[in-house]
T-cell receptor, first 112, second 116 residues
Framework: SQQGEEDPQALSIQEGENATMNCSYK?????LQWYRQNSGRGLVHLIL?????REKHSGRLRVTLDTSKKSSSLLITASRAADTASYFC????????????FGSGTKLNVKP | DTEVTQTPKHLVMGMTNKKSLKCEQH?????MYWYKQKAKKPPELMFV???????INESVPSRFSPECPNSSLLNLHLHALQPEDSALYLC???????????????FGSGTRLTVV
C-alpha cells in the first residue's frame, strides 16, 4: 500500500469476543484515523487520534498510537455480527497536510 | 448536509470514450480528494485539491484529468482508459487545517467504473 501494512489481513471471531487490528506506517504523521468499509463501498470514519495522543476511546472502540514505533492498534470490544467489514488505518502524512494514505486493511468476520 | 455525493454510481465505458465522474459536498470543506480502489485492496490516493488548487498528483497517468471548478465540486475527466483502470473511484473531502480535523475525512459511496 502507499503508507503501510495492517495485520492480520483477515480475522474471524465469534460474536461477543474482542477484535484487535494492528497498523504500521512509514512516515511521520499529523494524525491517524481508522475507517470501516462494507462490501467495497464508501468508507465510514470511526476514530481519529492525533500524533501527540497515545490512546483514545469511542464507544466500543479503543485506539492506541505509538509514534516511536510508527504503529497503531484498534480494539473492538464485545463484537457484533454487524461489525463484519474491512477496517483500514489511514495516516495524514507529515510534513505538510492533507496527504492521506491508507494501510492495507484487515477483513473482519464476526460470526453470530 | 454531512454528505459527499458521487455520480454516477456505476459507469461502463469503452476505451475510446470520454466520460466524467462528479463529486459534490456542502460541508464547507476546502480539501477534496480522488482515490482509486481495486477489489480487495486499500484506496490509493490519486489527487488532492486544497482551496480549489491541485496540491498533490500521485503520478497519475494523464488519461485521468481532475478539475475543481468551485469549493463544492470536484470532477474527474476520463479519456482513453484501459481495462486495468476498472475500479471503484472514491471522492472525499475534509478541512484543510489539521486542527479542524475532529471528525476525519468524509467519503462518498464511490463510482464503480468498468472499462471495456
Amino acid at each position: 500500500s502507499q503508507q503501510g501494512e495492517e495485520d492480520p489481513q483477515a480475522l474471524s471471531i465469534q460474536e461477543g469476543e474482542n477484535a484487535t487490528m494492528n497498523c504500521s506506517y512509514k512516515t511521520s504523521i499529523n494524525n491517524l484515523q481508522w475507517y470501516r468499509q462494507n462490501s467495497g463501498r464508501g468508507l465510514v470514519h470511526l476514530i481519529l487520534i492525533r500524533s501527540n495522543e497515545r490512546e483514545k476511546h469511542s464507544g466500543r472502540l479503543r485506539v492506541t498510537l505509538d509514534t516511536s514505533k510508527k504503529s497503531s492498534s484498534l480494539l473492538i470490544t464485545a463484537s457484533r455480527a454487524a461489525d463484519t467489514a474491512s477496517y483500514f488505518c489511514a495516516t495524514d502524512a507529515a510534513p505538510g497536510f492533507n496527504k492521506f494514505y491508507f494501510g492495507s486493511g484487515t477483513k473482519l468476520n464476526v460470526k453470530p | 448536509d454531512t454528505e459527499v455525493t458521487q455520480t454516477p454510481k456505476h459507469l461502463v465505458m469503452g476505451m475510446t470514450n470520454k466520460k466524467s465522474l462528479k463529486c459534490e459536498q456542502h460541508m464547507g470543506h476546502r480539501a477534496m480528494y480522488w482515490y482509486k480502489q481495486k477489489a480487495k485492496k486499500p484506496p490509493e490516493l490519486m489527487f488532492v485539491y486544497s482551496y480549489e488548487k491541485l496540491s498533490i498528483n500521485e503520478s497519475v497517468p494523464s488519461r485521468f484529468s481532475p478539475e475543481c471548478p468551485n469549493s463544492s465540486l470536484l470532477n474527474l475527466h476520463l479519456h482513453a482508459l484501459q481495462p486495468e483502470d476498472s475500479a471503484l473511484y472514491l471522492c472525499a473531502s475534509s478541512h484543510v487545517v489539521p486542527q479542524d480535523l475532529n471528525y476525519g475525512y468524509t467519503f462518498g459511496s464511490g463510482t464503480r467504473l468498468t472499462v471495456v
